[in-house]
């Protein structure tokens, strides 16, 4: 395997983690109302989204290599 496809594969675990995470922070917010979770949640979000445009640049800058 080489560096980028690990690389690739590592960013979207990373995407699947942050997005997980985020539906649990939402569904403890749904059984708890403690507004943490709805700030951990929205945070996992923001990760998660950030991370889905990382890998896509990355992808799209190395697509010739």
């Given at each position: 395997m080489s560096l980028r496809?690990?690389?690739?594969?590592?960013?979207?675990?990373?995407?699947?983690l942050a997005a997980f995470s985020a539906a649990?922070?939402?569904?403890?917010?749904?059984?708890?109302?403690q507004p943490m979770f709805l700030?951990?949640?929205?945070a996992f979000?923001?990760?998660?989204?950030?991370?889905?445009?990382?890998m896509a640049a990355f992808v799209r800058k190395t697509r010739n290599l």
């Open positions: 496809a690990f690389h690739i594969v590592f960013i979207a675990c990373s995407v699947m649990w922070a939402g569904t403890q917010y749904g059984s708890t109302h700030i951990v949640a929205a979000l923001v990760t998660a989204s950030g991370l889905g445009v990382y």
